[in-house]
């Protein structure tokens, strides 16, 4: 199993850019989640869906969209970048409640400028 | 004041020392207490939940007081791999999802 993977693993936008994180699962989990870490904080939930077609908002949703068609895919997109978004973000999945045991992805580092 | 407190550290401790983190939640209707465990420029991983009863997973012991709303977790006999930082992490069944503390960082020192 690859667990959870995530692409791009980093990357340059310009201000009013949008681009796609990519996540995948292959664990067969129901719940996936996407968090933002900034420097020295703690992880800051954006998005999270319990199952293909139902997506909610987290703590941070503004400036981000999610979709979940299948299962195993979950990406996040951003949409006109801005500096306030440079962070790392880590996707996430458990199989049946957010108080399971959190698989992440390895992040993907963007950088807006 | 944050929902989940942690001492930022650093800690630098030599190997075989002993250290200690503590954590405060905010909370009071938390329902579920974890440490996770996040390697430089890595992503968290779970190290161990925290029981009601206190909790052992050999040099890890952990500990829930849910009068204080105080969670703490003990190292014994420190490991250069050990190195890394620690994170407290709080569920609560209302808001049904996971509250992070931003993470005390241990050094262990050769």
């Known amino acids: 199993n690859a667990g959870v993977t995530q692409t791009p693993k980093f990357r340059i936008l310009k201000i009013g850019q949008s681009m796609t994180l990519q996540c995948a699962q292959d664990?067969?989990?129901?719940?996936m989640y996407w968090y933002r870490q900034d420097p020295g904080m703690g992880l800051k939930l954006i998005y999270y869906s319990v199952g293909a077609g139902i997506t909610d908002k987290g703590e941070v949703p503004n400036g981000y969209n999610v979709s979940r068609s299948t299962t195993e895919d979950f990406p996040l997109r951003l949409e006109l970048a801005a500096p306030s978004q440079t962070s790392v973000y880590f996707c996430?999945?458990?199989?049946?409640?957010?108080?399971?045991?959190?698989?992440f992805g390895p992040g993907t580092r963007l950088l807006v400028l | 004041r944050k929902e989940v407190e942690q001492d930022p550290g650093p800690f630098n401790v030599p190997e075989g020392a002993t250290v200690a983190f503590n954590c405060t939640y905010s909370?009071?209707?938390?329902?579920?207490f974890f440490w996770y465990r996040q390697d430089c420029r890595k992503e968290p991983k779970l190290l161990m939940s925290v029981y009601s009863s206190g909790n052992e997973d050999g040099r890890f012991t952990a500990q829930l007081n849910r009068a204080s709303q105080y969670i703490s977790l003990l190292i014994r006999d420190s490991k250069l791999s050990d190195s890394a930082t620690y994170l407290c992490?709080?569920?609560?069944?209302?808001?049904?999802?996971?509250?992070f503390g931003s993470g005390t960082q241990l050094t262990v020192l050769p």
């Open positions: 909370n009071s209707a938390s329902q579920s």
């Open positions: 664990m067969n989990h129901n719940y």
């Open positions: 996430a999945s458990s199989r049946d409640s957010p108080a399971e045991t959190q698989y």
């Open positions: 992490v709080v569920f609560s069944g209302s808001a049904r999802q996971l509250t």
